[in-house]
C-alpha cells in the first residue's frame, strides 16, 4: 500500500552511534542478505546487479569494524550506503533465504537480520547449481578468492566466518525454532511473495527438507 512506504529517508550515520554491536551485525547481515539474494535473481536488471555487487564490497570491507567499533563513523557511513544499496537491489527480487526467515520471525519473534543469516548458507547450498557461477564472480569481485574454481565454496565459508565472528547461532535451533512447526514454516514459505525470485524453484517439501537441514546444522 503507498501509505506504507516512507515519503522521506534520513540516512544519517550519526544517528546510529550507540547501536548495540549484535543489533549492528545483524542488519548488516540483513543487508548482505539483500544484495545477495538480489544479485542471485534470475530475473532481469542489470542496474541492481551492479548496485548489488557493490553493496557486497562495502560489507565485505566494513561490516566488522561497524561491529567492533560502533563509533566508527566511516564505517557505519558505509554500511548504511550499502543497506541503501540493498534496499535499491531488491527491486530485482529475493530469494529463498527472505522466504525462510520470515515465518520464523512471525512465529518467534527473531530478529529479521539475524534469521537471515542463520538462512543464508543453507539456501546457497540448495541453489548452488543456479548460482555457483554468479557466486564465483561475487568471490572475485570481493577478493575473497583469485581462483575461479573455488569461489562457490570461498563464499559459502566467507558467511560462516562472518557468524562466527558475531557469534550468531549456526542453526535454527538455535534460534528456537521447534521440528513439531516445519510443516507450518515450509508451507508459509512457499507462498511467501519472495520465493518467486529465488533461482530454483521451491515446494513445501523443499523448504521443510531446507528447514530440516537448518535445524541440524547439514551443509552437505
Known amino acids: 500500500h503507498p501509505g506504507m512506504l516512507p515519503g522521506i529517508v534520513i540516512a544519517d550515520p550519526e544517528l546510529t552511534i550507540g547501536l548495540p554491536a549484535h543489533i549492528t551485525s545483524a542488519t548488516g547481515m540483513d543487508a548482505l542478505a539483500h544484495c545477495l539474494e538480489a544479485y542471485c535473481s534470475p530475473f532481469h536488471n542489470p542496474m541492481c546487479d551492479g548496485v548489488a555487487l557493490e553493496g557486497m564490497r562495502l560489507i565485505r570491507e566494513h561490516l566488522r569494524d561497524a561491529v567492533t567499533d560502533g563509533t566508527d ?4 557511513a558505509q554500511i548504511m550506503a550499502a543497506a541503501s544499496m540493498g534496499a535499491v537491489a531488491f527491486q530485482k527480487g529475493l530469494g529463498a533465504i527472505h522466504a525462510m526467515s520470515h515465518p520464523v520471525s512471525a512465529l518467534y519473534d527473531s530478529h529479521h537480520g539475524l534469521t537471515n543469516a542463520v538462512a543464508m548458507p543453507y539456501v546457497l547450498m540448495r541453489n548452488r547449481t543456479a548460482i555457483e557461477d554468479k557466486l564465483t564472480r561475487i568471490s572475485s569481485y570481493l577478493g575473497l578468492s583469485d581462483k575461479p574454481a573455488h569461489g562457490f565454496e570461498v563464499f559459502v565459508n566467507w558467511t560462516l566466518e562472518l557468524r562466527d565472528c558475531f557469534e550468531m547461532p549456526h542453526t535454527l535451533e538455535g534460534l528456537g525454532v521447534e521440528e513439531s512447526r516445519f510443516d507450518d514454516l515450509a508451507k508459509a514459505a ?8 529465488n533461482p530454483v524453484k521451491l515446494d513445501a517439501t523443499d523448504y521443510r527438507t531446507m528447514y530440516e537441514k537448518a535445524f541440524a546444522g547439514d551443509l552437505s
Not at 563513523?73 to 557505519?76: E, N, T, Y
Not at 512457499?190 to 525470485?197: K, Q, R, V, W
Open 190 to 197: 512457499e507462498i511467501d511473495p519472495t520465493s518467486i525470485a
Open 73 to 76: 563513523m566511516v564505517a557505519r
